[in-house]
Each structure stands twice: as structure tokens, then as C-alpha cells.
């Protein structure tokens, strides 16, 4: 009788926990947009400069979307899947020069920072550009890949899907090739390069893996 009545509460409840997870996780990505929108481009204009434009600072307000959206959007999903490799090829590579010059040296990609206040904020900055991604964005190659990014999207719905997957191209591949310097100017030649091949890899991988069992299915 007692496992009965608390298997029934469990039922009338778990409506009401979806919903309060389903609303935090959108509460929290306007929060987390809104706070990287203010950092990079009203606290730190000046010492980021260009590098607002940075593909990885702009795939933060693709995770943001995600979030709101969430995880719900095959569009921001497919752009998450496909940039983890990317990022943390970054993290490993550019994050721990960073830190080291950073921390110890006082200054980021030669850039001096002036006030201890904005040397903590570049410290926060950095701290919030990469590893949330790669933490929430890693889970579902564990958890299952091709769920996550297809979203709500119906496993057999091969148009929506391809779409989809056009659309997040554009996004993300017109986010690179228009709005990060590394490409627009060469600057830093070949990083660009190094991150398209990466980027264009990424793809290779993980298309693959959403659509091939879709194309199966509808065949």
C-alpha cells in the first residue's frame, strides 16, 4: 500500500518538475546571453577589441539560444555538436597560455590590462567562454549524440532535418568567415585555416551520425 501511494505521488509530480526544469533551463540561458552580451561587448570592449568576434565568443551566444530554446532546436544543437571539437582543441591549446600569461605575466594576447578590477574581469571572462560549453556540450556524446542534436525534431522527418542542418551551416560557417579576424584579415595566419579544416572535420563526424540512420529509416 505504501510503495503504491508513493509511486502515485511520484506521477503527479513529475509534470511539475519537467516544467520547473524545462523554464530554469531557459531562464538560465537569457541570463548567461545577457551576461556575456554586457562582458564582452560593454565591460571589456576595449581590452577584447576584435577578438569579440572570436568564433568561440560568438558560439557562446549560440549555447545561450540553445539553452532558451531547451535544448529543444536542432539548428543550435547541430552548431554545439559540431564546434566541441573545435573548442576543445582551444581550451587545451589557447586557455592554458592564457592562464599562464595571464595570471602571472598581467596581460592576454599582448594586450596590457590596466586596473586590477578588469584583470579579474577578463579572469571571469575566460572562465565563462569556455568550459560551460564543453562541460554541457560533451554530456551527449555519452548520454547519445544523435538524440540531442535533432532536438525535437522527428527521428524519420529527413527534410526538417537537412534543412536544419543548412541552416546551423550558414549560422555557424557565416559566423567564421564574416565576423572572426583569424579569417576576415589572416590575422594570425594559419589559425584560421587550422580551425576550418577542424571545423569542416567536426562535420564529417557528426552529419553522419544525425542523418545516416535517418536516410536508413525513410529508405
Known amino acids: 500500500m505504501g510503495s503504491s501511494l508513493n509511486f502515485k505521488t511520484d506521477l503527479r509530480l513529475t509534470p511539475m518538475i519537467v516544467m520547473i526544469a524545462v ?24 581590452e577584447l577589441d576584435f577578438r569579440r568576434r572570436y568564433l568561440s565568443r560568438i558560439t ?8 532558451v530554446y531547451n535544448f529543444e532546436s536542432m539548428v543550435f544543437n547541430m552548431i554545439l555538436s559540431t564546434s566541441m571539437i573545435a573548442l576543445w582543441v582551444a581550451f587545451f591549446r589557447w586557455d592554458y597560455r592564457f592562464y599562464k600569461r595571464f595570471l602571472f605575466g598581467g596581460e592576454i594576447a599582448s594586450i596590457p590590462v590596466e586596473t586590477r578590477s578588469q584583470k579579474v574581469w577578463m579572469i ?18 555519452f548520454t547519445g549524440l544523435r538524440a540531442f542534436s535533432l532536438g525535437n525534431v522527428a527521428s524519420g522527418d529527413l527534410g526538417v532535418q ?24 589572416h590575422y594570425q595566419w594559419p589559425t584560421a585555416k587550422i580551425m576550418l579544416y577542424g571545423i569542416i572535420a567536426s562535420c564529417l563526424i557528426i552529419f553522419p551520425i544525425v542523418l545516416v540512420p535517418t536516410i536508413i529509416e525513410v529508405w
Open 162 to 185: 537537412i534543412l536544419s542542418v543548412i541552416f546551423a551551416l550558414v549560422l555557424y560557417f557565416g559566423a567564421f568567415f564574416f565576423l572572426d579576424n583569424r579569417w576576415a584579415d
Open 23 to 46: 523554464s530554469a533551463y531557459s531562464i538560465i540561458g537569457l541570463i548567461y546571453f545577457t551576461f556575456r552580451l554586457w562582458l564582452d561587448e560593454v565591460k571589456l570592449r576595449k
Open 60 to 67: 557562446n551566444y549560440f549555447f545561450s539560444i540553445a539553452m
Open 124 to 141: 571571469i571572462e575566460r572562465l565563462t567562454l569556455h568550459p560551460p560549453i564543453l562541460i554541457i556540450g560533451s554530456i551527449p556524446f
